[in-house]
């Protein structure tokens, strides 16, 4: 899976108890927002199974 990156401005007392989390949890900050992410997705539907890749496979020649 190709991963994408990006700037993500939070105000740092947010960003201390998420890097608390993280550690709690054995994380990394990425892996915990990873991980958020993952969740809230499929709470709301909108991602139906982790192995399905929004990639399709190119036909092979």
Known sequence: MEKKS??????????????????DDF????GQLEM??????????RKKDSAVSPVKNKPKK
């Open 27 to 30: 994380r990394s900050v990425n």
């Open 36 to 45: 958020l992410i993952d969740k809230a997705l499929r709470e709301a539907g």
């Open 6 to 23: 990006f700037v993500l401005r939070i105000d740092a007392h947010t960003y201390a108890l998420l890097e608390k989390w993280a550690s």
